[in-house]
């Protein structure tokens, strides 16, 4: 009977479609404009699965890449943006700008511009405007955790997102500059730990932090660039107002993107927990069913093996 019955469910489970099988390829459209600051257009680029542009919705990430605040592109984001997009969500890895005399506000107002581009562009590109996300490392995940904290209120309005993914976050600039000193801050915000402290405020997300915030991952190592304390202190702002979030702590000196191995599993998961549809099939990603599928495997098993026990023991007793 036990042979019948995993033969059963073996063959129900072949009717599951792979995940991935026969998908078309994932579509990019790059240095997409979002908008334009002080004469310099600011670019994105875009990774669409197929059909976004149909009636169905999808989640959105906004993805920001590190660098601190001086260096790299939105390049950086791509292997992750392309697995996204086969997933069924719609990805969009940034530009922002570097060369600007101080880092403050311009990046944190250049990616709160790529929130409001995306809500307003998301008739093209298939976004669902209340399942917007925002992933970023290092410098990234500062500003992205800058996302997560500013403005109060509802999720799905102007440049608040739903959730946000921080690998090796500066979250409170103010003590930062206290151990990194002059030499640190200056060429970042034009001025001295002792003469912008209520700038350095302003500029750290720590500052932020209230009980309508969106839900925040983070993760940092015991030894590297950003100080452990940074991610720690803000969980326990985050813990005292009642938002959901986790932090997830690696031995060892890895920063940023180097947690891709290991950190990338766990940040979908808790993408994915908190983009869920809110309500019915609308909306929904487009992945392959498989956990209902598999569900309903289970069950007709288990209603084959039943039908066969009782077919052995004759009709039930009266």
């Known amino acids: 009977m036990r042979r019948l019955v995993l033969a059963c469910a073996l063959g129900l489970v072949g009717l599951v479609p792979p995940a991935g099988a026969g998908a078309e390829p994932v579509e990019v459209r790059r240095d997409v404009e979002y908008g334009t600051a002080n004469g310099k257009r600011l670019l994105l680029d875009a990774y669409l699965p197929p059909g976004a542009r149909g009636e169905q919705r999808r989640p959105a990430v906004v993805m920001i890449h590190g660098g601190g605040w001086r260096v790299g592109n939105k390049a950086s984001w791509r292997p992750e943006a392309e697995r996204l997009a086969a ?125 309508s915030d969106a839900p925040l991952y983070l993760v940092n190592s015991t030894e590297e660039l950003v100080p452990l304390s940074q991610a720690q202190t803000m969980a326990e702002r985050l813990k005292a107002a009642g938002v959901d979030h986790r932090l997830d702590v690696f031995p060892g000196n890895r920063h940023g993107l180097d947690f891709r191995d290991d950190a990338w599993a766990p940040t979908l998961a808790f993408l994915e927990a908190h983009l869920a549809p809110a309500a019915g099939p609308a909306g929904g990603a487009s992945s392959p069913p498989v956990i209902p599928v598999v569900v309903g495997v289970v069950v007709v098993a288990l209603s084959a093996a039943v039908v066969l026990r009782r077919s052995r023991s004759g009709p039930p007793p009266v």
């Open 87 to 211: 997933r069924g969500w719609v990805a969009f890895s940034i530009d922002y700008r570097l060369d600007e005399p101080t880092v403050f506000p311009a990046e944190v107002d250049d990616v709160r511009t790529a929130v409001r581009w995306v809500r307003a562009n998301a008739g093209e590109y298939g976004v669902d405007t209340a399942r917007i996300a925002a992933l970023g490392d290092s410098a990234g995940g500062h500003l992205t955790a800058m996302l997560a904290t500013l403005g109060r209120g509802r999720l799905d309005v102007d440049s608040r997102i739903r959730v946000g993914a921080a690998w090796s976050p500066p979250l409170d600039l103010t003590a930062l500059a206290g151990s990194r000193g002059e030499g640190w801050v200056r060429p970042l915000f034009g001025c001295t730990p002792a003469t912008c402290r209520e700038t350095l405020a302003e500029a750290s997300p720590v500052t932020h932090v209230d009980g």
